[in-house]
């Protein structure tokens, strides 16, 4: 298996554009996860799917802030508009649901610079 | 709620010594813990974990973690450190009442040739 694939690896973009960062979860995962990463803040989980469904979003920051999973292969994360302060790496990680598989499996993440 | 604390920002170690890097857990019910390692410019990668069972678990690239309920602490460990074990180092416990992990803040692990 490829693993959890992620895309743009890098992103740059100016105060005010929308950025969308893209995840393909693991085959067979009915579990994905959106987390940021700071220096700051260290690793947040933003939201959480569970067969395409969001179950937790409480974590998301800002309505500038959305996420959606058309289907089980895609995931979207999208800010809209972006502000230098959303600058971290986006992680998107998968999981299955079976009994004791609880451990999450992540994406190589997207570094995003907002300038 | 739950939470984690990893006590060190950093840990140094001389190559062939043995490596603990600390972690403490907060959580009602059963804790069920993790460590993830985290190479620059890379993804977290799953190491191991603890669910129930033998408090000593074993995990990859010869990486083991005690769970200690007394001491809610899950300490990673290895007996002969590798250069290559320089990484950040994550202990993480899964959420009550939802299927999610709180991370702690991460340690940072360096082995001295």
């Known amino acids: ?115 | 709620a739950q939470s984690v604390a990893q006590p060190e920002d950093q840990v140094n170690v001389a190559e062939g010594n043995p490596l603990t890097v600390k972690c403490t857990y907060s959580v009602s019910g059963n804790p069920y813990l993790f460590w993830y390692v985290q190479y620059p410019n890379r993804g977290l990668q799953f190491l191991l974990k603890y669910i129930t069972g033998d408090n000593l678990v074993k995990g990859s690239y010869g990486f083991e973690a005690e769970f200690n309920k007394s001491q809610t602490s899950f300490h990673l460990k290895k007996p002969s450190a590798l250069v290559s074990d320089s990484a950040l180092y994550f202990c993480a416990v899964r959420d009550t009442g939802r299927r999610a992990l709180t991370f702690g803040s991460g340690t940072r692990l360096q082995v001295q040739p």
């Not at chain 1, 105060?15 to 940021?36: A, N």
């Not at chain 1, 395409?52 to 802030?65: A, K, L, Y």
Request: with cysteine; glycine share 6%; charged share 20%.
């Open chain 1, 1 to 115: 298996d490829a693993g959890v694939i992620q895309s743009p690896r890098h992103e740059v973009t100016e105060m005010g554009q929308e950025v969308t960062l893209r995840c393909k979860p693991i085959s067979g995962h009915d579990y994905l996860f959106w987390y940021r990463q700071t220096m700051m803040r260290g690793l947040e989980l933003l939201i959480y799917f569970n067969n395409n469904v969001p179950i937790d979003d409480s974590g998301m920051p800002e309505d500038r802030f959305s996420a959606k999973m058309p289907n089980a292969s895609f995931s979207t994360l999208k800010i809209q508009p972006s502000e230098p302060r959303d600058s971290a790496v986006y992680f998107c990680a998968s999981s299955l649901a079976n009994l004791g598989e609880y451990e999450q499996y992540f994406g190589p993440g997207t570094r995003l610079t907002v300038t």
